[in-house]
């Protein structure tokens, strides 16, 4: 039998969502529904990083994570695919390594350097949820052109920064990560949007996007109290996650 030909269009993406803390479910939904804007694009969705042929084969790599890291052979091999022309959108959590300490507080171990060097950055920690601003940093990039600045209620992500990034978005802040084992922050601006290349690919982060359901503190709490939606509930989220789909499949197609 004949296989029948590929649609000459196909664009071929891997989608990983899973981890703590968060509402998976609902960030994979929405992030789906944004796939599904485009016909052409075909979407594997995987919880972690262990098939690496799917990435190898995958034009693009879009992660929504939260304490989900790959061993060193998979971060190596995202490093290699990123370097030969990938392209990886990585969103909110996806720098995260969380682990609670003795004395209640959550630290955030310098366990994977490698993927965190091709990141760019590693979450640390971030003050309580509260309204802050985000500042256009370059507004003269295609992938922030026209975006005004705006104000969300979100986790500002305080991150170890492990490369020369090209911030597009960013936001200030000097105060106290509440709960976090690094507790204390100087004033700073601190990157909320960026671009990191590497070889003939790039990374792009957007740390923006925290959610969370009744269900998902699980086995530290049993009923989390609220539901919270935090920059999803924005236009502007949306618009930012649009143009950062729309960049990720411009990747050079990956040999099959």
């Known amino acids: 039998m004949t296989e029948a030909p590929q649609h000459k269009g196909a664009i071929d993406g891997v989608l990983i969502a899973s981890g ?92 994977a350097p490698h993927l965190m060097e091709t990141l760019g950055s590693q979450f640390i920690a971030h003050p309580p949820i509260a309204p802050y601003r985000v500042e256009v940093a370059d507004a003269d990039h295609p992938l922030v052109r026209g975006i005004e600045p705006f104000e969300v209620t979100d986790e500002l992500y305080l991150s170890d920064i492990h490369a020369d990034l090209h911030v597009l978005l960013d936001a200030r802040f000097e105060g106290e990560a509440t709960g976090f084992a690094r507790a204390d922050w100087p004033k700073a601006r601190h990157p909320v949007f960026y671009l990191r290349t590497i070889g003939r690919g790039a990374v792009l982060y957007l740390t923006l996007g925290h959610c969370r359901g009744h269900h998902d503190m699980r086995p530290l709490m049993a009923h989390w109290p609220e539901v919270q939606r935090c920059a999803w509930e924005l236009p502007v989220f949306y618009e930012l996650l649009r143009r950062g789909i729309s960049w990720s499949k411009a990747a050079e197609p990956s040999p099959k």
């Open 20 to 111: 703590k803390y968060h509402d998976i479910d609902f960030a994979r939904l929405e992030l789906l529904k944004l796939f599904a804007e485009d016909e052409h694009v075909r979407i594997r969705v995987f919880e972690d990083y262990a098939n690496l042929d799917a990435i190898r084969n995958a034009s693009f790599l879009v992660t929504y994570t939260c304490d989900v890291v790959p061993s060193l052979e998979q971060q190596e091999a995202l490093r290699n695919w990123v370097e030969a022309g990938g392209r990886w959108y990585a969103l909110h959590g996806t720098s995260s390594i969380l682990r609670f300490l003795s004395n209640g507080l959550v630290d955030s171990p310098d366990w």
